[in-house]
């Protein structure tokens, strides 16, 4: 509405100076700063130097052998698979464990679901570190696991499992971190459900796991695709689960990325690593726009 | 009566663009209008016919694109709306949640800032109008669709404005109520004297609450009058088609004048006044209602008309005649048909004066 | 057992056995390590993982710790300060956004917003902190306010939006069309309706600000140690059960926080 006498752009302008500026100063100019450093040259002690160079991304994928001649090193590249892989992993892992729940929570009256959901909302609101640590506490040396395998005895007193530092451990960290954001878009997209659509695939004859396959799964998928990608971008640039659980040996692009401005000091590898892993986010996010976009396209065309 | 009409709202030329360029859209072309103080004046129309915003140009609610508008003589289209002596009833009713009944009420006389003892004196007033006064206590949201609609009322007139714009206010009501508060609102606005500007798509409420309308379609004016003016001699189809039921029927123009009469495609040779301005063998449209047939059994086996469908509702009869392959709707009282039934062959007396030339 | 003893229970087509079953694992997955974590804070001996007794001495431990305290203190600071930043600037926002009608810049606005969601924390840590070093902003805890300043903004804004797309567009027009000006009919009507909205944002805010790791970590200097920052340099340093009880009590603390916001938004919207 345009109410006689007001000057609706400058009002507007005035309201959104404070976020543009913000976020530009304070978000976007350091993502700019980044790229830029990424392009130069590490100075020993970190920091940088101001000249052009393309070290930082050349280290990702090669390094200077004894006879300072350039070889593929793998090492960095493993990284960077090993994110892809575990960040899929626990994106499949959480949908296993978090589709039946979601579509459990939206079958229940509105009291139920409203407790329910809130129940699975809680965690995502505490300190993802303090989380995770509960999990050395379970799997660690003399940790609960254990301690409990001792007592019903599996094994015996002072054997370990050795369950922290391996993949599992920080696979089994991912997927307690962002499980909630697996379990909420789909509960979204399930709720909105109707009933109906069930009870007349059945009366066509339809077995449960057809109704499952041919009528929940392609109505809730707007919510599943949602949920896969809250849980992978995350996992894909996760710090805190492979820091604590993988003891810092099993590297992955988010602890990569911390240890180059933290110890090794070399931010523009650091920063090239981190535009790596930018990039691989916006072009996750690019392909969901185009499903979704495709998705829509389905739904109205009918 | 007062023969004076003092112009209560000028609406001059008014033409309202929402957007810009292509997918820019004209709500209202080239409004002209007046309205009359006192005047208890409906906007009649579709949805999306311009009426809700012409009222919102009045209130203030929008910019006005190009034109005019006066009030008691008084330019306000650069006015904001609280400074418009102008109050609406909003459809929905838009009482603030957080407020009790009374500060709803007492709203704009304390932003008028009168003095403590006027607001109290006022609030009451106006909600005893309403019938309210034992409600001041509670919230918006403890009350029914009928009282709130009574309290937005209620909230509206306290601060005596000069117009009183009401947008649609009782189509969220079931049709019993409606009828009553159909009533009311007439009364209303008649012991208060305020010029009443009431925005419907309901022609039967338009018909029975208003002293005049203006039924508007697409952006324009199709017609301005009476109730009865606007029933009997409809200015062109769609108003003949909004309003009540109608016949309209296709024929050609045999003879011009006052004993003019026309062919009807149905068949039938009618009289009726044709305006000199229609030529011998053009092509014309006859507009009769329903309820100004009459019809008769037919006495000879050569008769054009059959009856196609009878339907019985309560106090009178429809029925669909068919001639020529063409549908005449006649509406009778149920006594008059009472031995009538589908299929039998009618012979239908058209009226002479209840039959006119209709534009498009 | 004859067909007619056996009582069938009645299921509804939508009703799949075993996914009750799944659903109460599901919320054991979630919540048993709180629960472990929280249990543990109460062992008495002195190796966090073996359990010797029942004891409260780990948390009076705490009250005596300085660096806890100074931790605690700074986290509050900053949460106090970014929260309200943060509240301010998406109340402003969501009002242009909500209802400022459609304009050239609404989506890269709405974009702005959601930015710090998209991008990956360890990504806005490293960025922010190359920003800082590069422009000389060295000032310990302002860096950290700064930092949290910024991604709290879409934490506040969900709330705040919400907030103000449930409420009828008509009740400012109202106030008008009572003779109320544009900073009265806001005063009046919009603020007080959208106030339980704006509490929300700022609860968001205070416990995302709270509850930060990996942007605290990498941007704070010396001496502005936030508590989660500090619990992490102490499990760094191996598990011991002042860890427990810290991160217990801090877990309760963010649990209260988000129940209270639960519990103000049913009011609300019963």
Redesign the interface.
């Known amino acids: 509405?345009?109410?006689q006498g007001?000057n609706?752009?400058q009002?507007?302008v005035v309201?959104?100076l404070?976020?543009?500026v913000?976020?530009?100063i304070?978000?976007?100019?350091?993502?700019l700063?980044?790229a830029v450093?990424s392009l130069m040259k590490s100075n020993v002690y970190g920091?940088v130097h101001f000249e052009f160079s393309l070290d930082g991304y050349k280290q990702i994928l090669f390094d200077t052998n004894l006879f300072g001649e350039r070889e593929f090193n793998p090492a960095y590249v493993i990284i960077i698979g090993r994110s892809f892989v575990l960040a899929s992993l626990a994106t499949i892992i959480s949908f296993i464990?978090?589709f039946?729940?979601a579509?459990?929570?939206s079958?229940q009256s509105k009291k139920v679901k409203?407790i329910?959901i809130?129940?699975?909302?809680?965690?995502f609101?505490?300190?993802?570190?303090?989380?995770t640590?509960?999990?050395?506490?379970?799997l660690?040396?003399?940790?609960?696991i254990e301690?409990s395998f001792i007592f019903l005895g599996f094994i015996n007193e002072g054997d370990t499992l050795n369950l922290m530092y391996t993949n599992s451990a920080i696979l089994i960290g991912l997927v307690?971190s962002y499980?909630?954001l697996m379990v909420l878009p789909i509960y979204a997209s399930m709720e909105k459900m109707d009933?109906r659509l069930?009870?007349a695939a059945?009366d066509l004859y339809s077995s449960?796991i057809s109704?499952?396959r041919k009528v929940i799964l392609p109505l809730s998928m707007p919510g599943i695709i949602g949920g896969c990608i809250l849980v992978f971008?995350?996992c894909?640039?996760a710090?805190?689960a492979p820091d604590?659980l993988g003891g810092g040996k099993k590297l992955l692009?988010?602890s990569l990325?911390?240890f180059q401005?933290a110890s090794a000091r070399n931010?523009s590898f650091?920063?090239a690593v981190?535009m790596v892993?930018?990039l691989l986010?916006i072009l996750v996010?690019f392909f969901n726009a185009r499903i979704n976009k495709k998705h829509r396209d389905y739904e109205t065309q009918g | 009566m007062n023969d004076k009409k003092i112009n209560a709202i000028e609406i001059k030329n008014v033409t309202k663009v929402y957007g810009a360029g292509n997918s820019s859209v004209k709500a209202l072309k080239g409004v002209d209008l007046t309205i009359y103080d006192n005047e208890f004046f409906t906007l009649l129309g579709p949805s999306g016919c311009g009426k809700t915003t012409l009222l919102r140009l009045i209130?203030?609610?929008e910019d006005i694109t190009e034109g005019n508008i006066k009030l008691f003589n008084e330019e306000i289209i650069s006015l904001?709306?609280?400074k418009r002596p102008?109050?609406?009833v909003?459809q929905?009713y838009?009482l603030?949640?957080?407020l009790n009944i009374y500060e709803n009420v007492a709203?704009?006389l304390r932003?008028?800032n009168k003095n403590k003892d006027e607001i109290e004196r006022r609030t009451n007033e106006v909600l005893k109008l309403v019938q309210m006064e034992s409600f001041s206590k509670r919230k918006p949201n403890q009350l029914s669709g009928g009282q709130q609609q009574r309290v937005a009322l209620a909230?509206?007139l306290a601060?005596e404005p000069k117009v009183l714009l009401l947008d649609e206010p009782l189509s969220s009501l079931d049709l019993k109520l409606r009828q009553a508060m159909r009533v009311e609102l007439k009364n209303l606005q008649r012991d208060t004297g305020i010029t009443f500007v009431f925005v419907t798509h309901d022609q039967e409420e338009a018909l029975t609450m208003s002293d005049r309308i203006a039924v508007i379609s697409n952006g324009e004016i199709q017609q301005i009058g009476k109730p009865e003016d606007i029933y009997e001699n409809p200015n062109n189809q769609f108003v003949a088609n909004f309003i009540g039921e109608v016949n309209l029927l296709s024929g050609i123009c045999l003879k011009n004048g006052e004993n003019g009469s026309c062919k009807l495609d149905t068949g039938h040779e009618i009289y009726l006044v044709i305006p000199q301005s229609v030529e011998e063998g053009e092509a014309i449209t006859v507009f009769i209602r329903p309820e100004r047939i009459t019809i008769n059994k037919s006495l000879s086996e050569k008769s054009l008309t059959s009856i196609s469908g009878f339907t019985y509702v309560g106090n009178a009869a429809h029925v669909e005649l068919l001639s020529n392959n063409q549908i005449i709707n006649a509406t009778l009282p149920i006594d008059r048909v009472k031995d009538f039934k589908k299929g039998d062959l009618i012979e239908i007396e058209f009226p002479k004066d209840h039959a006119q030339v209709i534009n498009k | 057992m004859k067909l007619k003893d056996k009582k069938l229970k009645f299921r509804?087509?939508?009703?799949?056995p075993?996914?009750?079953g799944?659903?109460a694992i599901?919320?054991g997955?979630?919540?048993i390590?709180?629960l472990?974590?929280i249990s543990?804070s109460f062992n008495a001996g002195k190796?966090?993982?073996?359990?010797t007794g029942f004891s409260f001495r780990w948390y009076t431990k705490l009250f005596s710790n300085e660096n806890i305290l100074d931790a605690t203190f700074n986290s509050l600071i900053v949460a106090c300060t970014a929260a309200p930043i943060a509240t301010?600037?998406a109340t402003?926002?969501a009002?242009?956004?909500v209802r400022?009608?459609n304009?050239k810049?609404k989506e890269f606005?709405n974009g702005?917003?959601t930015?710090?969601l998209?991008?990956?924390?360890?990504?806005?840590?490293?960025?922010?902190?190359?920003?800082f070093?590069?422009l000389g902003i060295n000032f310990g805890l302002i860096n950290v306010i700064?930092?949290h300043?910024?991604?709290c903004?879409p934490f506040a804004y969900m709330p705040i939006k919400a907030a103000l797309e449930a409420m009828?567009?008509?009740?400012e027009?109202?106030?008008?069309?009572?003779?109320?000006?544009?900073s009265?009919a806001f005063r009046t009507?919009t603020l007080?309706?959208l106030t339980p909205g704006i509490i929300s944002g700022f609860m968001?805010a205070f416990?995302?600000s709270?509850?930060d790791?990996?942007i605290t970590?990498?941007v704070a200097g010396g001496g502005a140690t936030t508590l989660?920052v500090y619990?992490?340099s102490m499990?760094k340093m191996g598990?011991t059960p002042e860890?427990?009880a810290v991160?217990s009590l801090?877990?309760c603390f963010?649990?209260l926080?988000?129940?209270g916001y639960?519990f103000l938004n049913?009011k609300n919207n019963n």
Do not use: C
């Open positions: 509405m345009n109410i007001e609706k752009t009002n507007r309201a959104l404070p976020l543009w913000v976020i530009g304070f978000m976007i100019g350091p993502l700063v980044m450093v920091g464990i978090g039946p729940a579509y459990y929570i079958r409203d329910l809130f129940l699975v909302t809680v965690p609101w505490t300190n993802l570190l303090i989380r640590f509960a999990w050395i506490i379970i660690g040396k003399g940790g609960v301690s307690y499980l909630p009933m069930l009870e059945a449960r109704l499952i971008v995350p894909l640039g710090f805190i604590l692009l988010g990325i911390q401005f931010w650091g920063a981190a892993l930018l986010v996010l | 209130a203030g609610f904001p709306p609280n102008v109050n609406t909003f929905h838009a603030f949640p957080h709203f704009a932003r008028l909230r509206a601060p | 509804h087509v939508w009703n799949f075993g996914f009750g799944w659903t599901f919320f997955f979630l919540y390590p709180i472990v974590l543990y190796f966090a993982m073996i359990w301010i600037i402003f926002s009002l242009a956004l400022g009608g304009f810049t606005s702005l917003i930015l710090p998209m991008v990956p924390e360890i990504v806005t840590a490293v960025a922010t902190l190359i920003f070093a590069f700064l930092a300043s910024v991604f903004i009828d567009p008509n009740l027009l109202a106030a008008r069309d009572l003779y109320s000006n544009k009265s009507i007080p309706l968001l416990v995302i709270i509850d790791f990996i970590l990498m989660p619990i992490y499990v598990v860890v427990n991160s801090m877990l963010s649990i926080v988000v129940t639960w049913r």
